[in-house]
């Protein structure tokens, strides 16, 4: 059994956490719209500490948690600087945040694994548990994308884009639920310590529970130990896809969503952009037969020379029947970049930017642009009651948490 010694903890590391029953607490994003929030330890465990993270997003209503499975006998916790760690005969974990920068442009968690030795087996392995999640395996580029000018970094193949499983209403002034990805969990890089680095392959089996990465036989036989990131479990909180590439011009891309339970009005359609040349979008709303709807083109808006969210309005808000399927889409005037993720269908085809048209024949291409739909609720909705409610909630559950996180500060150090 593991418990932690709270006069080991540093000022350094309680500036960052609050510990309670052997679990350290983070909000690592700030935000009643987009709230993120971190557990390292189990907090369903109050009498030992695990090594397990657990990421929850806009306010718990879908989370990820993975723990290692181990056979240490005699474990120790304590924090240095800004880590937190696990350390064990063989084997040792790193907890710890990666900063906002252009990888990880809304920051990042690490559950770095560390061999002191060679392993039994080239297999590390976690136990897993997920609530309202998706997980999208980007493999590498087909021939197709990579003549159309897509790029998918190295640390992108092979890795998993997280996505809510049930369709996110954005509503105006509402939760940022955006085009519902939770975030990013990229393939590992192993380094030893003589530098030497290697891919793990990463897999992840929801049935079973099981996220495991597979480090060639070769590099560990091979390896100068300790061996860091043997299980690099990089989860980045992004809401956009990971894989670029060329849109347009006179092309239209539809995704299609179910619609919010009751009925709504889309105000306008969000794009995550950069500007290749001169270059513009209309937004375009559909319905299951790609027909597009009464006031459905929105108006147009330039990219910019950074990549940034993009808005399109419509005039008059499209009306939109509750759990319908429709369809959300983009036609460009001419290249731009634009970002996705692989695992999820769309369709496209050639269309008319000054005069957009209901496209028929369209063809499926296996990836979701980064885009999404804004509404208001409809006069007399239901949603907009359920919206108030769940924002009054998420609100009362921030200010909860930060009171409870300057209590533990004022405790602690």
């Not at 090594?51 to 240490?72: C, G, M, T, Y």
Request: charged share 20%.
């Amino acid at each position: 059994m593991l418990i932690i010694d709270q006069s080991k903890l540093t000022v350094e590391i309680t500036n960052i956490y609050f510990v309670k029953d052997n679990t350290f607490f983070a909000v690592e994003k700030y935000n009643q719209m987009d709230l993120i929030e971190k557990e390292v330890g189990d907090s369903k465990t109050f009498d030992e500490f695990l090594p397990q993270q657990k990421i929850a997003r806009w306010d718990n209503e879908v989370n990820f948690s993975a723990r290692l499975v181990h056979d240490e006998l005699t474990p120790t916790v304590s924090t240095l600087e800004d880590k937190i760690v696990w350390d064990g005969e063989r084997v040792a974990v790193n907890f710890y945040d990666l900063p906002i920068d252009e990888i990880n442009p809304e920051g990042a968690s690490e559950f770095e694994v560390i061999l002191k030795e060679k392993p039994k087996t080239n297999i590390v392995s976690f136990t897993i548990q997920t609530k309202g999640l998706d997980f999208a395996y980007q493999p590498d580029l087909t021939e197709k994308e990579m003549k159309d000018g897509a790029e998918r970094p190295e640390n992108v193949i092979g890795s998993y884009a997280v996505y809510a499983s049930e369709n996110k209403t954005n509503y105006v002034g509402g939760k940022e639920y955006k085009c519902g990805k939770v975030g990013h969990i990229f393939r590992p890089k192993i380094i030893d310590s003589a530098g030497t680095e290697v891919w793990g392959e990463l897999k992840i089996d929801t049935e079973k529970g099981i996220l495991s990465v597979a480090i060639p036989q070769d590099f560990l036989d091979k390896a100068v130990y300790p061996v860091r990131h043997a299980a690099g479990l990089t989860f980045g909180y992004t809401s956009v896809g990971e894989t670029t590439t060329y849109a347009g011009p006179d092309l239209l891309g539809i995704n299609l969503y179910t619609s919010p339970s009751n009925a709504a009005n889309a105000n306008s359609i969000s794009l995550y952009c950069q500007r290749y040349s001169t270059s513009s979008f209309k937004a375009i709303i559909t319905n299951n037969s790609f027909q597009i709807l009464t006031n459905g083109i929105g108006g147009a808006v330039a990219s910019e020379s950074t990549a940034a969210w993009k808005i399109s309005s419509f005039a008059s808000a499209p009306a939109i029947s509750g759990n319908t399927v429709y369809g959300i889409g983009i036609v460009y005037s001419s290249y731009m970049y634009i970002w996705y993720d692989a695992g999820l269908t769309s369709y496209t085809n050639e269309n008319s930017y000054s005069s957009p048209f209901d496209m028929t024949d369209p063809y499926e291409i296996d990836y979701r642009i980064s885009s999404y739909c804004t509404y208001t609720a409809a006069s007399g909705s239901a949603n907009l009651k359920s919206y108030n409610t769940n924002l009054k909630a998420n609100i009362k559950s921030i200010n909860t948490n930060l009171i409870a996180n300057v209590k533990s500060l004022n405790t602690n150090v």
